[in-house]
């Protein structure tokens, strides 16, 4: 017996790090998963095996979330695969960072597409199912550096920052009608994103971060697990931070 039995998972961006854990705990905890992926197919395929394993059903999908058009298609997809979804996770991300005054338009609105008007697409399109059921949870992948802001990373502090903000309104939106919309702010965790960061910069964060580690991508899919949980069923519009104290 799981905390989701029964209920069926979007995750975008689950075919790796952040997105994958999320997307295998909740199947762990009895969730059907949808997972999105932008580039390669396979590791997509894998997930989805690896929660086919775990005896729950997965589908994986070829969606940026930044185009239109290809959340559209994702909607039809997802409703003749799926029927209704129950949990939304925001996870896919992008960062393309540079000191402001050298950050040209484009890595700009690179960033601010996937990290903050793809989410805010996703959303437009399945909350109406969850409102008219009553019934919904939506949870989106911030970040610490939208808490606290982060040299070189104005773009995606902004977006991520611009997340947390369209958390709490939708969450004011949302309330009456039984969908709970929460975000988790990961700190800095070992994935592939951060796997470029040099070794001097990461030794840093561990100065910086009272648990003195990185956290792991399991560590953040369980705050998701929690957030979509009945245990959570008074949250919404809360900002969990996983980032081992970094930042309080
Ligand atoms: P990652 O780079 O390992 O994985 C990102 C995933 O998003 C990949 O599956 C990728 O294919 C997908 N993706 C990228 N662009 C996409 C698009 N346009 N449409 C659909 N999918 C797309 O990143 P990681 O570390 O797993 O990050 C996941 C989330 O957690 C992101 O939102 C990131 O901003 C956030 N985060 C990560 C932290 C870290 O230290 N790794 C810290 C704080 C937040």
């Not at 979007?10 to 999105?36: N, P, Q, W, Y």
């Not at 008007?117 to 909350?127: E, F, K, N, Q, S």
């Not at 792991?216 to 008074?234: M, R, T």
Request: charged fraction near 20%.
């Amino acid at each position: 017996m799981g905390v989701l039995d029964g209920k069926t998972s979007l995750v975008t961006g689950a075919s790796r790090g952040i997105g994958k854990a999320i997307a295998l705990a909740l199947a762990k905890e009895g969730s059907d998963v949808a997972l999105t992926y932008a580039h390669q197919p396979e590791p997509a395929e894998q997930v989805a095996a690896d929660i086919e394993k775990l005896g729950r059903k997965a589908r994986f999908y070829n969606c940026n979330v930044a185009d239109p058009g290809a959340n559209d298609k994702l909607v039809d997809l997802l409703a003749a695969d799926f029927g209704q979804i129950d949990i939304v996770v925001n996870n896919a991300g992008i960062t393309r960072d540079r000191s402001f005054l050298k950050m040209d338009r484009e890595m700009w609105h690179d960033v601010l597409n996937v990290n903050l008007t793809g989410p805010a697409m996703v959303i437009h399109r399945l909350v109406g199912q969850m409102l008219e059921r009553g019934d919904g949870r939506i949870v989106n992948i911030t970040s610490i550096v939208g808490q606290m802001g982060n040299f070189g990373q104005a773009n995606y502090a902004a977006a991520k920052g611009g997340l947390i903000a369209l958390t709490k309104t939708l969450a004011r939106e949302f309330a009456r009608k039984g969908v709970t919309v929460n975000a988790v702010a990961p700190g800095f965790i070992e994935t592939d994103m951060t796997a470029d960061v040099p070794e001097a910069a990461l030794d840093k964060v561990r100065e910086l971060t009272p648990m003195s580690r990185l956290g792991k991508p399991e560590e953040v899919a369980a705050a998701v697990v929690f957030l979509a949980s009945p245990a959570a069923s008074f949250i919404t519009g809360e900002v969990l931070s996983v980032n081992g104290g970094m930042y309080m």
